[in-house]
């Protein structure tokens, strides 16, 4: 494309997210996934327009970063609060059984016996299929009037815990896949990173407490904290070895307490997320899913992939919720609601493929899954739900 071929790249980009974010929009479908369609489009699977350059892999980065920080911004301790320890174990329980499955039936297909690289390889498509889409769920919930039910508590403290676990065990993953380092140094920094946050924490967040009091819709307070979003990637990243997204969430989390700042600051940064960074980080996904290498192997992994990432959630989440004295019904309307993947899915792929671990050969596989899962989860939600409303009427 020449010296400028990046504008021309940026343009295209937006322009296609956006057209298919409405298409999607316009079928009752996530835009997320008009912005994956977008990017397999122009890249090599579609017209051949696009293809990956430093420059649109760096942007796309900083987007997965900004993603992060709004939904740890986004974090309602509140609804932590409420639903306490069973939301708890259903997140743990809905974090580890899809790993345990997920990752296993990728090890079942493409495992060559089982060693350190396999083992990653594994664990890494586990837990991409590891956190919740919740978004989707909520929407779905929300338009059937049972959002403020115990259901609907319980599902919401769930996925955040779901996503908190999900990313650790991505550091965990992203600090051994390195074979010179220790494991019980790659512990060590994790748990010093740990302490870090929060010696940083309660420092940064009485100092943006005494500023939000008198400046709490200042601009300048939106472009501090994407600057403390920033430094916390980087720290994370250069001095601990934990992924730059882990960083950028618990920044978000940090701030998430400062209820007369938080929600102008989350505008602030998901408009310039919107705009420009998370169409280039969701159309890059697409660019690297590349179709022409599909083969009938492929398409039955996705369809294995596709089964174990509904029926992990259902029963690992279902269960949990079980234990704590839910009915049936209401335990498998949890475990449903906990079906739906997204973005944290698609960051966790990126990083997986980033570092290797994630082949190029089995992206379309994961990124049909992550589309079809979160499809799927308002129709089998609404199924939960109809025999109850039927009754009601």
């Not at 010296?3 to 322009?15: D, E, H, K, M, T």
């Not at 306490?84 to 495992?111: D, E, N």
């Not at 600057?227 to 969430?249: H, K, N, Q």
Request: glycine share 10%; hydrophobic share 55%; charged share 15%.
């Amino acid at each position: 494309m020449g010296a400028y071929g990046y504008l021309l790249a940026i343009a295209l980009i937006l322009i296609f997210t956006k057209l298919f974010g409405i298409v999607s929009k316009k079928v009752h479908m996530p835009q997320v996934v008009g912005a994956l369609i977008a990017g397999v489009l122009l890249g090599p699977s579609g017209l051949r327009l696009l293809t990956e350059s430093d420059f649109l892999l760096k942007t796309s980065e900083i987007g997965v970063i900004m993603l992060m920080f709004t939904a740890g911004i986004d974090t309602d301790i509140s609804e932590l609060k409420k639903t306490g320890g069973a939301a708890l174990v259903i997140a743990i329980s809905g974090v580890f059984v899809p790993i345990l499955g997920c990752g296993g039936t990728y090890f079942l297909f493409f495992g060559n016996g089982f060693d350190f690289h396999n083992f990653l390889c594994s664990a890494f498509v586990g837990v991409v299929f590891a956190a919740t889409s919740v978004s989707i769920t909520v929407e779905t919930l929300t338009e059937m009037g049972k959002i403020k039910s115990n259901v609907g508590a319980t599902l919401l403290a769930a996925a955040i815990i779901d996503d908190i676990i999900g990313i650790v065990v991505l550091s965990v993953l992203t600090g051994i896949s390195d074979k010179s380092v220790n494991p019980l140094f790659v512990t060590l920094k994790i748990l010093l990173f740990f302490v870090f946050t929060a010696v940083v924490g309660f420092i940064v967040y009485h100092i943006f407490k005494r500023i939000a009091i008198h400046h709490a819709h200042n601009r300048r307070i939106a472009v501090w904290a994407l600057a403390f979003c920033l430094i916390m990637s980087y720290c994370a990243e250069r001095f601990f070895g934990v992924a730059d997204i882990t960083g950028a969430y618990f920044a978000g989390v940090i701030l998430c307490n400062l209820t007369n700042m938080r929600q102008y600051v989350a505008k602030k940064i998901t408009v310039a997320s919107y705009l420009f960074f998370s169409p280039i980080f969701f159309a890059g996904i697409g660019l690297r899913t590349d179709l022409s290498g599909i083969t009938p192997k492929i398409m039955l992994f996705a369809a294995v992939l596709l089964i174990m990432a509904v029926i992990t959630k259902i029963i690992g989440c279902g269960a949990a919720a079980r234990l704590f004295k839910m009915s049936n019904k209401d335990s498998i309307r949890v475990g449903i609601g906990m079906v739906a993947r997204g973005e944290v899915a698609l960051m966790v792929a990126q990083k997986g493929i980033n570092a290797g671990y994630i082949k190029a050969e089995i992206l379309p596989a994961i990124v049909l899954c992550i589309i079809l899962a979160a499809l799927i989860t308002p129709i089998l939600l609404k199924l939960a739900y109809k025999e109850k409303q039927a009754h009601n009427g």
